[in-house]
């Protein structure tokens, strides 16, 4: 029982409860080796000194059996090959208990290693774990605190559990502890772990860096990065520097391959864990450079940090790692894009840029994607340092290349100021001034300085940045060029038109862009590059006064016009019709002048022969459009200000102005919504004709707008609901028939004839008899439809007036074709009133119709002799019964015949012309038809058109009215007047009315 008294109280112990005096006093008192050592290597615990001592106490008792194994090996048989692999398996074999307790030992060993890398971890890892005056500061502030060592022990078992307990990291995978400290960023630990262990960990040393997190700072890690032995031509080997100067004999190859066979003893400690496959051997250079490659990608990938992955390349390459230059090149202008290049406001809108993204981008889009988010003011500083040294790069790698491009930069930086808007340009030309040093310029030749700017300005569709185009053109440079045999004017002329055809649109493509342009002035030389900037300064010029005044043209129409007085006169137009300026309305006669005086100016030639944008007009033209456009804004007293005003700055013949003044009226005229002329466009219309001293012309536009204005006021439709509007009654071709719409729609509008002459004659009809005779006999056939037979008489007789003066004023032997067309609408509405029923006055219709006797032609008077002959019966017959009455009363008197008959007996008889026979009903009808068609034909209104009652109860009146009433066609009304004036014929000439 006491023999095992000393096991049991080991036993009993916990290993929180073990120290070294306990060790000793249990251990000490047992005599079984392999007993003590196996206890010792079961037993684990957290305390440096209770587990160095429990190793050390275990290496002790397992240092008989190496020398046992030793001995037996010198005496041995096979002691000329003294430890090699037979003899020691033989050895071992025999003796097993010999053979657990050396692999025991290499047990102890590897962790008494571990135990001094975990003491060495502890005391460079620790003041970095703890603040920085943590453990100090109480020191100082407690004078009775725990003795020194005392408590270096205890926070030394308080740091090793903060990361790894001493009992775990002395059993762990030496692999996992590695990559363990890598994560946790214990770059010493891992150094440490590195150096004293290298045989364990090599194999796997890049499983450890791949554990190290993607973003941490290869600087604070350098010193476990692979670096590459050139001696060697490959990866350079491990450091290793062990804890002891000499291996122990159970470490040597050839006892660790005996004791591999052997059963491993209880408690052997090493947990076995899932590593990645070893690289045993040094990598070669293609590999090393790969794998520099693949972590810097995964540090672009899963941080987007460039600057680590940069500064890992460069780590690379200072560690001699070869080819890794131009992924050192690539990564550092990447993160020029990144961290140098201006960025767009706010994180949400930042691009991810990762390198296999940068490597696909041509070198154009590395230069767009540089100062994409650049602004006017950062342009010019952003290529200096970021796209130049991007360009020298490119140059660089073009010469190791061994294909050098001198052209390569310029192009590069021509089409990005090409493409870039005009403020970014103008930022470029403005840090390439030829009076800025050469090293300091963006832009260095002067030449491709002045075909760049006239690129951009005449391919820019710009409207408004005209002072923008005038900075850049004050960039230029100015050659002091000798004038040549050569007639400037020509030459400007023709690079002027060779520009314009350049830059019009053609059937192949829609517009001319900056790089085309570019083409075209690339051949011209100096002199020419200097006469287009001569050109240049003028249509700026011209375009600044263009844009002054709300009308402003893209550059490049001033060469496209340059040929085209068409549409240089079109810009004027629309330069003089504007409202008013940039600067506001323009109300006063200065702001006219001002207008006026740069219209002259877009008219002049330059001292250097360039016409300005209105060259090709001239003085008349500039002032005619002035004037129009003066007027078309309605100010009227500054108009006659500028016509009336000695000298005026317009000179125009009195023609023009007449012309102006008309046109613009009409113009007014045909915008007015309403024909009232008192208001509106029909007012400005009228006034405008006022402006100008009279004349003729304009009186007749004057009447004929006071016409307009009359005509609104009756009731004329273009369609129901709808008055005709002003531009209607100018389009009118045939205005008399205005007249008879107006008669046809208003009830007593013949009542009024002076009123309706007056109308006619403001139409423009005035001097017009034809048209005035027409007029009357529309006044005279609507009083007659209306039965107000007295007006219908006097209208008459005022129409046969007319006709009489116009024949006695016209030579008897002439055949004048308005006298004839005047006759024949007179007695043929002189016939209509003389033989109408209703009118009962036989007295006024014997004397209309023989006025229509008077008139017709020849071949007519048969025709109107019957009616009147017929009429000159009635009266006869109606005389006879009133004498026949008045003589049953009073004495009988005889009957004088009546001296109109012997009258025109005896104008018949001078006419050698006998008296018509009565004819039948059958005939009369017949000719009756024929005479209407006949005469109807000729006049400009509908016969028989007005509604009138129906008191006579006559079923062919009746018919008549309702035909109007209903709306009748023309056609209709036509065919149906005609038959009834052929039964009113028939009636008259004696006909039956049945």
């Known amino acids: 029982m006491s023999a095992h008294q000393p096991h049991a109280r080991w036993q009993n112990v916990g290993d929180d409860e073990l120290t070294v005096h306990i060790i000793r006093d249990i251990l000490n008192a047992i005599d079984d080796d392999f007993w003590v050592a196996a206890a010792c290597a079961d037993r684990l615990v957290n305390d440096v000194d209770v587990q160095r001592e429990l190793l050390e106490l275990g290496l002790s008792r ?60 502890y005391r460079i890892v620790q003041p970095q774990s703890e603040g920085p005056d943590d453990i100090d500061s109480e020191w100082e502030d407690d004078p009775w605190g725990d003795d020194p060592d005392e408590t270096h022990k205890l926070n030394l078992s308080s740091a090793a559990n903060s990361h790894i307990p001493l009992s775990e990291f002395l059993v762990m995978d030496i692999v996992d502890v590695a990559r363990f400290f890598a994560s946790l960023e214990l770059y010493p630990a891992v150094f440490i772990l590195m150096t004293h262990h290298s045989s364990s960990l090599w194999p796997f040393r890049f499983a450890v860096l791949n554990s190290i997190p993607t973003h941490a700072l290869p600087s604070e890690y350098s010193e476990v990065l692979p670096a590459y032995d050139v001696g060697q031509g ?35 400690g090493h947990i076995t864990r899932a590593v990645p496959s070893p690289v045993d051997d040094p990598l070669d250079p293609q590999k090393l450079t790969a794998w520099y490659a693949r972590r810097a990608d995964d540090v672009i990938t899963s941080t987007g940090m460039l600057d680590v992955a940069l500064a890992t390349v460069q780590h690379g390459v200072s560690l001699g790692v070869p080819d890794l230059d131009q992924l050192e090149e690539d990564l550092s202008l990447l993160a020029r894009l990144v961290y140098d290049a201006p960025q767009p406001s706010g994180s949400s809108n930042a691009e991810d ?147 314009g055809a350049f830059v019009t649109p053609s059937t192949t493509s829609s517009r001319c862009s900056a790089a085309d342009l570019l083409l075209f002035f690339k051949p011209l030389p100096i002199v020419s590059l200097s006469r287009a900037l001569d050109i240049l300064d003028v249509h700026l010029m011209c375009g ?13 129409w001033f060469p496209q016009s340059a040929g085209d007085v068409v549409e240089q006169r079109a810009r004027a137009n629309r330069m003089a019709r504007r409202t008013g300026s940039s600067h506001g309305e323009m109300k006063s006669k200065d702001d006219w002048e001002w207008l006026l005086d740069d219209m002259y100016k877009l008219r002049e030639t330059s001292k250097a022969g360039i016409k300005g944008a209105f060259g090709l007009m001239s003085e008349v033209d500039i002032s005619s459009i002035f004037l129009s456009g003066l007027l078309s804004s309605g100010l009227f007293d500054i108009a006659r200000e500028f016509l009336h005003k000695k000298p005026s700055k317009l000179s125009l013949p009195i023609s023009v102005v007449e012309d102006i003044c008309l046109s613009v009226s009409r113009e007014f005229y045909d915008n007015a919504s309403s024909t009232n002329f008192k208001i509106g466009d029909m007012k400005l219309a009228y006034d405008c004709l006022t402006v100008w001293q009279p004349s ?78 027409k007029t009357l006999a529309m006044l005279s056939d609507t009083a007659l439809q209306a039965e107000d037979f007295t007006r219908a008489y006097e209208t008459s007789q005022k129409m046969i007036e007319t006709v009489l003066r116009l024949r006695a004023k016209a030579p008897a032997s002439s055949d004048d074709p308005a006298v004839h067309e005047a006759c024949e609408v007179c007695w043929v509405a002189c016939y209509q009133l003389g033989r109408h029923p209703e009118f009962k006055d036989i007295e006024k219709k014997l004397v209309i119709l023989g006025r229509a006797l008077e008139l017709c032609p020849e071949d007519k008077l048969g025709d109107i002799l019957t009616s009147w002959h017929r009429l000159q019966r009635e009266d006869l ?100 007047a005609s038959r009834v004036l052929q039964r009113g014929i028939g009636w008259l000439l004696g006909a039956d009315e049945s």
């Open 234 to 268: 490959a990866e350079q080997a491990p450091r290793s520097h062990s804890w002891r100067s000499e291996s122990d004999w159970v470490e040597s190859e050839e006892v660790r391959a005996a004791l591999t066979g052997s059963q491993a003893p209880p408690h052997a």
């Open 62 to 121: 397992t240092s008989s059996a190496v020398d046992r194994a030793k001995t037996s090996l010198v005496q041995g048989p096979e002691s000329g090959t003294l430890c090699t692999k037979g003899a020691l398996n033989a050895y071992f074999e025999q003796v097993p208990g010999d053979a657990q307790l050396c692999q025991l030992r290499a047990i102890f060993l590897d962790r008494l290693d571990r135990l001094s890398s975990f003491v060495e971890i």
């Open 353 to 499: 840029w990762t390198l296999s993204r940068w490597k696909s981008l041509e070198p154009a889009q590395v230069v767009q994607a540089y100062l994409a988010y650049s602004t006017q003011e950062t342009v010019a500083r952003d290529i200096m340092q970021i796209v130049m040294p991007y360009l020298f790069v490119l140059d660089a790698r073009a010469e190791r290349a061994g294909q050098p491009d001198s052209d390569l930069t310029t192009h590069l930086l021509y089409d990005y100021v090409l493409s870039a808007p005009l403020p970014m340009a103008a930022a470029i030309f403005e840090a390439s001034k030829p009076t800025l040093p050469l090293s300091q310029r963006i832009i260095r030749n002067d030449e491709d300085m002045a075909r760049l700017a006239l690129a951009c300005l005449y391919s820019s569709d710009s409207l408004d940045a005209w002072p923008t185009m005038s900075s850049i053109f004050e960039c230029l440079p100015a050659w002091d060029i000798q004038p040549g045999a050569v007639d400037e004017a020509d030459e400007a002329d023709a690079t002027i038109a060779s520009l």
């Open 696 to 773: 003729e012309r304009l009186s007749r536009e004057r009447d004929f707008i006071e016409a307009t204005s009359r005509i609104s006021s009756y009731n004329v439709y273009s369609r129901p609901g709808v008055k005709l509007s002003p531009i209607e009654i100018r389009l009118t071709k045939d205005r008399l028939s205005l007249i008879s719409r107006i008669l046809s729609g208003t009830a007593d509008a013949y009542k009024h004839t002076q009123v309706v002459l007056d109308l006619l004659y403001k139409l423009g009809y005035k001097g017009d008899v034809v048209a005035e005779v």
């Open 877 to 976: 017959d109606t005389r006879r019964e009133s004498i026949s009455s008045r003589s049953t009363t009073h004495q009988r008197r005889p009957v004088a015949s009546r001296k109109p008959v012997s009258s025109l007996q005896a104008k018949l008889t001078d006419l050698h012309l006998p008296m018509a026979p009565l004819i039948n009903a059958e005939d009369a009808a017949a000719l009756a038809g024929r005479a209407f068609n006949r005469v109807t034909s000729t006049l400009p209104f509908t016969v028989g058109g007005r509604a009138r009652s129906n008191a006579s109860g006559d079923d062919t009146r009746a018919g008549i009215s309702d035909g109007s009433r209903l709306g009748l066609n023309g056609e209709d009304v036509s065919a149906h």
């Open 544 to 556: 600044e006064i263009l844009s002054r005044w709300n009308v402003p043209a893209p550059l490049r």
